[in-house]
């Protein structure tokens, strides 16, 4: 193996030319022992004149496994998550739960009944943006809507930060 390598590389001037072009695809078949041997032994003059070879050579072990013929075998992928659509239902009936139970209980002295309700949904709304039962601006825009729906807020109230231009 360090033969072919050398062989092949003896026409390339650089010595990274030759370790990008022939010895990559060589160690890559190699054992970690074997390829930083290969590496120590046969090119360590090169080594002072090419940033590439010295990187190979102190770099720790790597387990590769060879098949039959020769060639590294490739892992498998892992398995990707498919797509899906909705949100989280459990996530989403705990963001519910949080803000109907807060105002379902009686408002404290002091505080409107309005106020109250505003906190509720407020307080669902950041449930909401933890558990991630949609993206973010999903849940906020629904914060925006139950607020609306429930006549907690008016649309001009809701939407005035919008209106505001940033100094």
């Known amino acids: 193996m360090a033969t072919l390598c050398k062989q092949q590389c003896a026409g390339l001037r650089a010595p990274a030319q030759a370790a990008r072009k022939y ?5 890559a078949r190699a ?30 072990p790597v387990k590769v496994s060879a ?6 075998a490739a892992a498998p992928a892992p398995a990707k998550q498919p797509f899906k659509w909705g949100a989280n239902m459990k ?9 109907v139970a807060l105002s379902l209980c009686p408002a404290p002295q002091g505080v409107t ?13 950041i449930v909401g943006i933890i558990t991630t039962p ?14 609306m729906l429930t006549k907690t807020l008016t649309f001009a109230e809701a939407f005035s930060a919008f209106a505001n231009e940033i100094p």
């Open 23 to 27: 010895a990559m695809p060589v160690l």
């Open 31 to 60: 054992s970690p022992v074997v390829a930083r041997s290969l590496v120590q032994k046969h090119w360590s003059k090169a080594t002072t004149a090419s940033p590439v070879l010295p990187r190979i050579a102190s770099r720790a």
């Open 67 to 72: 098949t039959a013929s020769g060639g590294a």
């Open 91 to 99: 996530n989403l009936a705990i963001c519910v739960g949080v803000g």
């Open 113 to 125: 009944t309005k106020a109250w309700n505003l906190l509720a949904i407020f307080t669902g709304t």
């Open 134 to 147: 949609l993206p973010l601006g999903a849940v906020a825009v629904l914060g925006l809507g139950v607020s």
